[in-house]
């Protein structure tokens, strides 16, 4: 079983950055893949991004390549999403999510975390 805890959503300007965290308790964190997903009303959730339980491997949406950066430190039990040259087409719920693989992770993650809205407007 893990706990998952997003934290960093908040109300940007159009091309500023905000960087989302994702605190993990209970089972070894070093021992699942994580993903990044949004959602917006009406709309299904869809993947944003993912990495591998090393840290070696990582996956995005093409929305957002080149604009955010996932990544991990298992020491800290954290993932982290580095939010660049945000879009108002950004603004979502960001739920951060676990998974035994990196394959499962980006399709059905096994837990969630309760989600952080990002808002991106002038």
């Known amino acids: 079983q893990v706990q998952l805890v997003e934290s960093g959503g908040g109300l940007v300007q159009p091309g500023g950055s905000l960087r989302l965290s994702c605190a993990a308790s209970?089972?070894?964190?070093?021992?699942?893949?994580l993903g990044w997903f949004r959602q917006t009303p009406g709309q299904e959730r869809e993947f944003v991004a993912a990495?591998?339980?090393?840290?070696?491997?990582?996956y995005y949406a093409d929305s957002v390549k080149g604009r955010f950066t996932i990544s991990r430190d298992n020491a800290k039990n954290t993932v982290y999403l580095q939010m660049n040259s945000l879009k108002p087409e950004d603004t979502a719920v960001y739920y951060c999510?676990?998974?035994?693989?990196?394959?499962?992770?980006?399709?059905?993650?096994?837990?969630w975390g309760q989600g952080t809205q990002v808002t991106v407007s002038s």
């Open positions: 999510a676990a998974a035994v693989n990196i394959i499962v992770v980006r399709t059905t993650p096994d837990y």
């Open positions: 209970g089972r070894a964190f070093s021992g699942y893949a």
């Open positions: 990495i591998s339980r090393s840290g070696g491997a990582t």
